[in-house]
């Protein structure tokens, strides 16, 4: 082949490589363009971004040290000269180049920045206030009718733009301080059952497990020791102050203690069957939601049936969760008035299956409380499901 035609070849396919690169380069960068959408929808991804970076900050309420750290995404998010967050009765952080005149000065209320938040909180609408080098955007953080703090913009110019920026900015602070005291309520109220559930170790119960470890004392000394034991592990466990949450296996050895005192009173009135698969005791659980719903078949099923019967505790592994059931052959519940206080109409005999069918379901979700099935007559039936992994499930240290 001649030179000049191979030269030839040669250039026509370099420049059509070059021309592939560059329809690939240009294709893809075209749909990179596309892909982000318009300008619009770019501004809309970059908001949310921030608002993202600022949530965490607000989960434990209007606190100081959260503040500091998001009233940086804050003033990112508003584009304003300098930012500034207060409570109801002080500054809590800044971001941001101030004026001289509006400074904050750590927790003084008298400051001029506090004084912007004053009259804002005062007021309870958005405030512009114009001084001669700047002008200070305050507006309220509102939670229902309550005033808790508010977000405060300085600029050099503030238009109508950024006022309605700094509003919804501060509506949305106190839709997170809302959630966040939601939590706070929600926590609160699951120490409370808690603290019910450790009240229901009734006087009665103490008394007759005393009573019963006492008749031991003179004819089985050695039993008698075992059951004091057993019955000072099992109070330390049920009252214990800390943690939540616990694993199967101590809940477990509690429900163990317990029936051996109750089988101390009652002889061979109460009988204990356990099928537990191994896999299963090592999972965590809510402190106090499994012994409860022993003590309701022995004290609501078995007591009141002269010949006594059987409390049976199964266990196994179902995928994510662990399913655990305990059935009794006792005199059984009424239905209808089984639902009444499961959903806190009525307070029945029952309030401990309720407390523990709340919890459950706070934790885990509507779909995890209790599965309770019963007729007079014919014993009962309850059945739980506990996901195996759960963020809050930390078991106290022991």
């Not at 690169?21 to 929808?41: E, I, M, N, P």
């Not at 101030?98 to 400051?111: M, Y």
């Not at 004053?118 to 609408?125: D, N, V």
Request: hydrophobic share 45%.
């Amino acid at each position: 082949m001649p030179e000049s035609a191979f030269q030839t070849i040669l250039l026509t396919s370099v420049v059509a490589i070059a021309v592939a690169l560059v329809f690939l380069v240009g294709y893809h960068w075209v749909k990179s363009q596309r892909d982000l959408g318009t300008d619009a929808d770019r501004a809309t991804f970059e908001t949310l971004h921030i608002v993202s970076l600022a949530a965490p900050y607000f989960r434990a309420g209007l606190t100081r040290e959260g503040s500091s750290k998001a009233v940086k995404h804050l003033r990112t998010l508003l584009g304003s000269r300098g930012v500034a967050i207060t409570d109801a009765a002080r500054v809590l952080a800044t971001d941001g180049d101030f004026p001289a005149g509006v400074q904050s000065e750590g927790d003084s209320t008298d400051t001029a920045l506090f004084g912007l938040a004053q009259k804002t909180l005062e007021g309870g609408r958005t405030r512009v206030i114009r001084k001669g080098d700047y002008d200070a955007v305050c507006a309220p953080i509102q939670i229902q009718d309550r005033l808790v703090g508010t977000v405060i913009a300085v600029t050099d110019r503030a238009d109508p733009g950024l006022v309605r920026a700094v509003t919804e900015t501060a509506a949305w602070v106190a839709s997170q301080i809302a959630v966040a005291e939601l939590n706070e309520s929600r926590a609160k109220l699951t120490e409370a059952e808690l603290k019910a559930l450790r009240a229901q170790i009734s006087p009665h119960f103490i008394y007759n497990s005393l009573n019963a470890i006492a008749s031991f004392i003179i004819t089985d000394p050695d039993r008698a020791r075992d059951l004091v034991v057993e019955f000072a592990d099992f109070t330390r466990y049920s009252f214990r102050r800390h943690g939540d949450f616990t694993t199967f296996k101590e809940e477990l050895e509690a429900i163990h203690r317990y029936l051996l005192l109750e089988q101390a009173r009652f002889g061979e009135r109460i009988k204990v069957k356990l099928a537990i698969a191994p896999e299963v005791l090592p999972i965590v659980i809510p402190f106090l939601s499994i012994q409860p719903l022993v003590e309701n078949a022995v004290r609501h099923g078995l007591e009141k049936k002269p010949e006594g019967g059987t409390v049976i505790i199964t266990a196994h592994d179902v995928g994510e969760f662990a399913e655990i059931s305990i059935e009794d052959d006792g005199v059984g519940m009424d239905p209808g008035s089984l639902k009444a206080t499961l959903a806190g109409t009525t307070e029945g005999i029952h309030v401990g299956l309720r407390n523990v069918d709340v919890r459950l379901r706070q934790i885990y979700g509507p779909q995890h409380g209790l599965v309770v099935e019963t007729a007079p007559g014919h014993g009962t039936l309850i059945t739980l499901r506990i996901p195996k992994f759960h963020p809050e499930a930390t078991p106290a240290l022991t």
